[in-house]
C-alpha cells in the first residue's frame, strides 16, 4: 500500500496602504469649505497662538491664515505633516496650557480640499522655513515636499499659510458672513488670550438674548464631568439648539440634538444650549460632525440632558400660558372697547350708549343684558375668546360681536310665546343692522319688488352682507346674478327664506382665523365637508345653485359648536378629518344637556320644539333603549318651524 503525501505551505501577508488613501481621507474628513478652515485656525490655537488673521480676497481667489503662536522647525515639520498617530494625541496639552482641539492630525490634508496650491512661511527658534505644494491628482504618502530655511536671529514666531486657487463649490465667492459666525460658535473665541479676526474685523464671541438661564452640573460615571447653562430666551433664535463643546470645540449639529429629545415647539425654537462634556474626547465621529452615539458615554450624556430638559420644558410652557394670559387680557380689553363703539355707532341699542364689559367667574357661557344701563357682560370664560395669543384684535372683536348679540336677542326673546323663534329673528335682524345696512333698508326689506332687478350693491345691503361673504356667497353660485350684475327682487327673497336663521361659512372661518389665513382655511374646510357629504346635514347645508361649485351655511344654533370643532378638532393635525367632522356632527345628547350644545335653545324651547315635532308628526324621537336625541333631529325641526327646511 503506498504512503500518502500532504501537499501544504504557509506564508504571510501585509496590509498595504493605495496611493489614494490619503484622498479617501480627505473626502471623509471634509464636511464643508469652512469647516475646513475652522481646522486651520483650530490649528493655530494648538500652537497657542494669541491672535489669527483670515484675509480673504475674492478677485484672486486667495486666501491667507496668519498666527502668532509658536512656529514650527523642519522638525516640527514632520509632525505636522504626519496623519493618524497625530502628535496631539501623545502631547495633549500646550505650554500654555491649552488643551489642543485637534487629534487626528488632518489639517494638512484638508489643504487640498481648500485650494490647488498654497505657500507656508514658519518661524520658530531664530529660523524661517517656508515651502510650498501643488496639487495634482491624488494626494500621495511617496511625495516629498521640499522646504527652505534661512537664519533670521530673530526672537519672532508664527506661522501663514497663503492658499492660491480656491476649490469653492461652483466657482462662487466664500461668504464670511457664515464663516465669521462659524467661527464665533466652534472655536474658543470668547478667551481673553484667543482672537481672529476676518478681513480686518474681530470675531465677537457669541452673546445670549433675554433669556432665563439654568444650570447644568453634573457628573456621569461613563461621560464624566457635564456643565453649562440652557437659555430659554424670550423669542425665537436661528441659533437655537444644544451647542455640545469637547475641550472647548464645538461638535455635532445643535438643531438636531436639541430636536432629538422631542420638546415641545414652543420651547425648542427659543431654547439655546452651551454644554461641555470633555469626556466625550474618544467618541467623536472623524469628521467631528456627530458622536459615535451607542457609545456608554454619550448615553449616559443624554440621560443627563434630558433630566434639564424636562423641567425647562414644563417651565417654558407655564411661561408660555401667563404670556397668553397676559396677551390675552390685552387683546380683550382693545376688543371689548372696539365693539361697544361699534354697537354705538351703529345705533344696535337706540339711543342707549353700549357698554361691554368681562365678567369673570361665571359659570354660565351666556352674556347679560342689561337694558337699562345698555350694559353687556361677557363671561370671560366662553369659549369662543379662546385664541392664540398673536391673534388679531379683529377676531375678537367678531367674536364679541357674536356674544353680544346673542345675549341681547335672548333677552327680548324671553318673554315671547315661542322664544326659540323670536330669538332666531332678533338675532338676525341685530346681525342685518350690524353689518351695515341702515334703518331705511331695513324698512325696504318688507317691499322688495320680485320684479325689480336690483344691483349687487343694494342686493348685499337687502341681505345684510359684508363686501368678503357676499364675494363667497357670489363666486359659490349661491344667489343667482345675471351677466349685467343686476339681481331680481324674487331671487333676494328667495335666498334671505333659506338663510334665515344660517351663518355662512365664511362668516365662521373670517372669525376663526386671521385674514391671510381666510382663504386658505376656507377652502381646507369645503374640501372636508363636500367628502363628508349629505352626512353633515342639516347642522351644515350647501346652498349653491350649481352642481360644480358648493356654498355652504351653518345653523346659528349650532355656530358656537361647530366653530370649536373647526378650530379644535379639525384645525389640529389629524389623518382623517372627515371622519373627524362627520363623528362630532352625529353626536347624541341627553335631553337637558342640549342647551349646553345650542346656542339659544332653553329648556322652554326644547318643549316647545318638542311639542312642535308631534303636532306635525315630526320624526324626534330618542335613539331606541336611551334617553338621548341626536342633535341633527333637533336642529331639523327648528329649521321646519323657521320654514326653510327643504
Same mark, same amino acid.
Given at each position: 500500500m503506498g504512503k500518502s503525501l500532504e501537499k501544504t505551505s504557509r506564508g504571510s501577508i501585509r496590509r498595504t496602504i493605495g496611493n489614494d488613501l490619503l484622498s479617501t481621507i480627505r473626502d471623509l474628513a471634509t464636511k464643508?469649505?469652512?469647516?475646513?478652515?475652522?481646522?486651520?485656525?483650530?490649528?493655530?490655537?494648538?500652537?497657542d497662538a494669541t491672535t489669527v488673521d483670515v484675509e480673504y480676497e475674492p478677485r484672486t481667489k486667495i486666501l491667507r491664515i496668519k498666527d502668532n503662536g509658536e512656529g514650527m522647525t523642519p522638525d516640527d515639520l514632520e509632525n505636522f505633516f504626519r496623519s493618524g498617530d497625530s502628535e496631539k494625541r501623545r502631547n495633549p496639552i500646550t505650554p500654555m496650557g491649552r488643551t489642543k482641539l485637534g487629534k487626528f492630525g488632518i489639517a494638512t490634508i484638508l489643504i487640498n480640499h481648500l485650494?490647488?496650491?498654497?505657500?507656508?512661511?514658519?518661524?520658530?527658534?531664530?529660523?524661517? +522655513?517656508?515651502?510650498?505644494?501643488?496639487?495634482?491628482?491624488?494626494?500621495?504618502?511617496? *511625495?516629498?515636499? +521640499?522646504?527652505?530655511?534661512?537664519?533670521?536671529?530673530?526672537?519672532?514666531?508664527?506661522?501663514?499659510?497663503?492658499?492660491?486657487?480656491?476649490?469653492? *463649490?461652483?466657482?462662487?465667492?466664500?461668504?464670511?458672513?457664515?464663516l465669521i459666525k462659524r467661527i464665533r460658535w466652534d472655536l474658543p473665541v470668547h478667551l481673553p488670550d484667543f482672537k481672529v479676526y476676518v478681513n480686518g474685523e474681530e470675531v465677537e464671541p457669541r452673546k445670549i438674548g433675554k433669556a432665563v438661564s439654568f444650570e447644568v452640573d453634573e457628573k456621569g460615571k461613563n461621560v464624566g464631568e457635564v456643565k453649562g447653562e440652557f437659555y430659554l430666551l424670550n423669542s425665537s433664535d436661528e441659533n437655537a439648539g444644544i451647542h455640545l463643546y469637547v475641550n472647548g470645540r464645538r461638535i455635532g449639529n445643535p438643531l438636531e440634538l436639541l430636536n432629538s429629545f422631542n420638546l415641545r415647539i414652543g420651547t425648542s425654537r427659543r431654547l439655546m444650549g452651551i454644554v461641555h462634556a470633555n469626556g466625550l474626547e474618544n467618541v467623536i465621529g472623524f469628521d467631528r460632525t456627530k458622536f459615535k452615539e451607542d457609545d456608554p458615554s454619550f448615553a449616559e450624556l443624554r440621560e443627563i440632558l434630558q433630566a434639564s430638559l424636562r423641567e425647562i420644558d414644563r417651565y417654558g410652557r407655564d411661561r408660555d400660558e401667563e404670556k397668553s394670559m397676559e396677551k390675552r387680557?390685552?387683546?380683550?380689553?382693545?376688543?371689548?372697547?372696539?365693539?361697544?363703539?361699534?354697537? /354705538?355707532?351703529?345705533?344696535?341699542?337706540?339711543?342707549?350708549?353700549?357698554?361691554? /364689559?368681562? *365678567?369673570?367667574?361665571?359659570?354660565?357661557?351666556?352674556?347679560?343684558?342689561?337694558?337699562?344701563?345698555?350694559?353687556?357682560?361677557?363671561?370671560l370664560n366662553h369659549p369662543s375668546l379662546r385664541f392664540a395669543p398673536r391673534t388679531r384684535i379683529e377676531t375678537y372683536v367678531h367674536a364679541l360681536?357674536?356674544?353680544?348679540?346673542?345675549?341681547?336677542?335672548?333677552?327680548?326673546?324671553?318673554?315671547?310665546?315661542?322664544?326659540?323663534?323670536?330669538?332666531?329673528?332678533?338675532?338676525?335682524?341685530?346681525?342685518?343692522?350690524?353689518?351695515?345696512?341702515?334703518?331705511?333698508?331695513?324698512?325696504?326689506?318688507?317691499?322688495?319688488?320680485?320684479?325689480?332687478m336690483y344691483?349687487?350693491?343694494?342686493? *348685499?345691503?337687502?341681505?345684510?352682507?359684508?363686501?368678503?361673504?357676499?364675494?363667497y356667497v357670489f363666486d359659490q353660485k349661491a344667489i343667482s346674478?345675471?351677466?349685467?350684475?343686476?339681481? /331680481?327682487?324674487?331671487?333676494?327673497?328667495?335666498?334671505?327664506?333659506?338663510?334665515?336663521?344660517?351663518?355662512?361659512?365664511?362668516?365662521?372661518?373670517?372669525?376663526?382665523?386671521?385674514?391671510?389665513?381666510?382663504?386658505?382655511?376656507?377652502?381646507?374646510?369645503?374640501?372636508?365637508?363636500?367628502?363628508?357629504?349629505?352626512?353633515?346635514?342639516?347642522?351644515?347645508?350647501d346652498l349653491s345653485l350649481s352642481d360644480e361649485s358648493s356654498c355652504f351655511y351653518v345653523d346659528s344654533i349650532c355656530n358656537r359648536w361647530v366653530s370649536k370643532i373647526f378650530r379644535e378638532d379639525i384645525g389640529r393635525k389629524t389623518n382623517d378629518p372627515v371622519g373627524v367632522l362627520n363623528e362630532r356632527l352625529s353626536r347624541l345628547c341627553l335631553l337637558e344637556k342640549i342647551p349646553e350644545v345650542l346656542e339659544g335653545v332653553s329648556e322652554d324651547d326644547l318643549i316647545n320644539i318638542l311639542k312642535y315635532a308631534a303636532e306635525k308628526r315630526l320624526n324626534l324621537k330618542p335613539k331606541a333603549g336611551s334617553k338621548m336625541y341626536l342633535i341633527k333631529d333637533i336642529v331639523r325641526v327648528v329649521q321646519h318651524q323657521r320654514g326653510n327646511y327643504r
Amino acid at each position: 500500500m503506498g504512503k500518502s503525501l500532504e501537499k501544504t505551505s504557509r506564508g504571510s501577508i501585509r496590509r498595504t496602504i493605495g496611493n489614494d488613501l490619503l484622498s479617501t481621507i480627505r473626502d471623509l474628513a471634509t464636511k464643508d469649505f469652512e469647516h475646513s478652515i475652522i481646522e486651520l485656525v483650530a490649528n493655530s490655537y494648538d500652537a497657542d497662538a494669541t491672535t489669527v488673521d483670515v484675509e480673504y480676497e475674492p478677485r484672486t481667489k486667495i486666501l491667507r491664515i496668519k498666527d502668532n503662536g509658536e512656529g514650527m522647525t523642519p522638525d516640527d515639520l514632520e509632525n505636522f505633516f504626519r496623519s493618524g498617530d497625530s502628535e496631539k494625541r501623545r502631547n495633549p496639552i500646550t505650554p500654555m496650557g491649552r488643551t489642543k482641539l485637534g487629534k487626528f492630525g488632518i489639517a494638512t490634508i484638508l489643504i487640498n480640499h481648500l485650494a490647488d496650491s498654497y505657500e507656508l512661511e514658519t518661524y520658530k527658534s531664530g529660523l524661517k +522655513t517656508a515651502l510650498r505644494e501643488s496639487f495634482d491628482g491624488e494626494l500621495s504618502l511617496e *511625495k516629498d515636499i +521640499t522646504f527652505s530655511t534661512e537664519e533670521t536671529g530673530e526672537g519672532k514666531t508664527g506661522t501663514e499659510i497663503k492658499l492660491t486657487g480656491l476649490r469653492i *463649490k461652483d466657482n462662487k465667492i466664500l461668504r464670511l458672513g457664515g464663516l465669521i459666525k462659524r467661527i464665533r460658535w466652534d472655536l474658543p473665541v470668547h478667551l481673553p488670550d484667543f482672537k481672529v479676526y476676518v478681513n480686518g474685523e474681530e470675531v465677537e464671541p457669541r452673546k445670549i438674548g433675554k433669556a432665563v438661564s439654568f444650570e447644568v452640573d453634573e457628573k456621569g460615571k461613563n461621560v464624566g464631568e457635564v456643565k453649562g447653562e440652557f437659555y430659554l430666551l424670550n423669542s425665537s433664535d436661528e441659533n437655537a439648539g444644544i451647542h455640545l463643546y469637547v475641550n472647548g470645540r464645538r461638535i455635532g449639529n445643535p438643531l438636531e440634538l436639541l430636536n432629538s429629545f422631542n420638546l415641545r415647539i414652543g420651547t425648542s425654537r427659543r431654547l439655546m444650549g452651551i454644554v461641555h462634556a470633555n469626556g466625550l474626547e474618544n467618541v467623536i465621529g472623524f469628521d467631528r460632525t456627530k458622536f459615535k452615539e451607542d457609545d456608554p458615554s454619550f448615553a449616559e450624556l443624554r440621560e443627563i440632558l434630558q433630566a434639564s430638559l424636562r423641567e425647562i420644558d414644563r417651565y417654558g410652557r407655564d411661561r408660555d400660558e401667563e404670556k397668553s394670559m397676559e396677551k390675552r387680557g390685552e387683546n380683550l380689553a382693545k376688543a371689548i372697547e372696539q365693539t361697544s363703539e361699534i354697537f /354705538s355707532k351703529k345705533r344696535l341699542l337706540g339711543n342707549i350708549q353700549a357698554r361691554l /364689559s368681562l *365678567k369673570e367667574n361665571s359659570d354660565s357661557h351666556s352674556g347679560e343684558y342689561t337694558p337699562e344701563k345698555g350694559e353687556i357682560q361677557i363671561p370671560l370664560n366662553h369659549p369662543s375668546l379662546r385664541f392664540a395669543p398673536r391673534t388679531r384684535i379683529e377676531t375678537y372683536v367678531h367674536a364679541l360681536e357674536a356674544m353680544a348679540i346673542d345675549a341681547i336677542a335672548l333677552y327680548e326673546s324671553e318673554s315671547q310665546e315661542n322664544p326659540l323663534s323670536a330669538f332666531n329673528k332678533k338675532r338676525f335682524d341685530l346681525w342685518r343692522k350690524l353689518n351695515g345696512m341702515n334703518l331705511a333698508a331695513s324698512e325696504q326689506d318688507k317691499k322688495i319688488n320680485p320684479k325689480r332687478m336690483y344691483s349687487s350693491k343694494e342686493a *348685499k345691503e337687502f341681505l345684510g352682507l359684508k363686501r368678503g361673504e357676499f364675494g363667497y356667497v357670489f363666486d359659490q353660485k349661491a344667489i343667482s346674478i345675471r351677466k349685467n350684475g343686476r339681481v /331680481s327682487g324674487e331671487e333676494i327673497r328667495r335666498f334671505e327664506e333659506k338663510t334665515r336663521g344660517m351663518l355662512s361659512l365664511y362668516n365662521i372661518v373670517s372669525k376663526l382665523y386671521d385674514y391671510a389665513a381666510v382663504s386658505q382655511n376656507l377652502a381646507k374646510l369645503d374640501r372636508i365637508i363636500q367628502l363628508t357629504g349629505k352626512d353633515v346635514e342639516p347642522i351644515i347645508r350647501d346652498l349653491s345653485l350649481s352642481d360644480e361649485s358648493s356654498c355652504f351655511y351653518v345653523d346659528s344654533i349650532c355656530n358656537r359648536w361647530v366653530s370649536k370643532i373647526f378650530r379644535e378638532d379639525i384645525g389640529r393635525k389629524t389623518n382623517d378629518p372627515v371622519g373627524v367632522l362627520n363623528e362630532r356632527l352625529s353626536r347624541l345628547c341627553l335631553l337637558e344637556k342640549i342647551p349646553e350644545v345650542l346656542e339659544g335653545v332653553s329648556e322652554d324651547d326644547l318643549i316647545n320644539i318638542l311639542k312642535y315635532a308631534a303636532e306635525k308628526r315630526l320624526n324626534l324621537k330618542p335613539k331606541a333603549g336611551s334617553k338621548m336625541y341626536l342633535i341633527k333631529d333637533i336642529v331639523r325641526v327648528v329649521q321646519h318651524q323657521r320654514g326653510n327646511y327643504r
